[in-house]
């Protein structure tokens, strides 16, 4: 079993529409998780974090967390071709030390 | 502000060559990674810093590779010899005491190509 799981998509989605992208971890002592947003060619750019239970919201993202289930979710509002791009997700261990990232999501928004 | 500073950005060299990737974290960060990508493996962390002491190098893939950090501003990753199939994408990231470990600040990366 990976670390941290994502589907690698691609997930295309139309303009305006709501993006929804999933991911799960292994280590149920993480704390901190993380999306980070990769234009291709370029490097990985921090875009939310959460390290509680719940919603976290910033614009039109809203990051979702569940402990139990061992679940994080970042959803993208009103999605623009501007958001294609690679979503990773990513956890910090046991202890907080050390990040680990998943496969990451490709997504497309069709203009 | 720099943001976090990678040399050199591309490099081409030949199977049993050495391969040495630069890195100048920002100022005032006391925690530097050095992270590989590649198509097959995706972002996989090599060895962590913190206040330029090796933390963790338990990602280092074999011996060939080694990594130092002489002082707050610097950091090197070296291959000796470099083989194909290290060919990837290095990234050189870093962050501030106040956040936390995941909050990484990535340079614009290193991309290895051994023949």
């Known amino acids: 079993q990976k670390e941290v799981e994502q589907n690698s998509g691609p997930l295309s989605v139309p303009e305006g529409a709501i993006a929804s992208l999933n991911c799960t971890y292994s280590?149920?002592?993480?704390?901190?998780f993380f999306w980070y947003r990769q234009y291709s060619g370029k490097s990985p750019e921090l875009i939310m974090f959460i390290y509680s239970n719940g919603d976290k919201e910033d614009g039109r993202f809203t990051a979702q967390l569940n402990k139990a289930s061992q679940y994080v979710s970042l959803l993208i509002r009103d999605s623009q071709p501007s958001d294609s791009a690679t979503y990773l997700c990513?956890?910090?261990?046991?202890?907080?030390?050390?990040?680990?990232f998943g496969a990451g999501t490709r997504l497309f928004v069709k203009a | 502000d720099a943001g976090v500073i990678q040399s050199p950005r591309h490099e081409v060299t030949e199977m049993g060559q050495e391969v040495t990737l630069r890195c100048k974290p920002i100022?005032?960060?006391?925690?530097l990674f050095w992270y590989r990508q590649t198509m097959m493996r995706g972002l996989e962390l090599l060895i962590y810093f913190n206040n330029n002491v090796p933390i963790d190098d338990s990602g280092m893939p074999e011996d060939r590779f080694s990594a130092k950090m002489p002082n707050a501003s610097f950091s090197t990753l070296k291959i000796q010899p470099s083989e194909p199939r290290d060919s990837a994408v290095y990234f050189c990231a870093s962050s501030s005491p106040g956040q936390g470990f995941g909050e990484l600040f990535f340079g614009e990366g290193s991309r290895l190509t051994v023949l």
């Open positions: 990513a956890v910090t261990n046991t202890g907080g030390f050390k990040t680990i």
């Open positions: 100022s005032g960060h006391n925690s």
């Open positions: 280590d149920r002592g993480s704390q901190s």
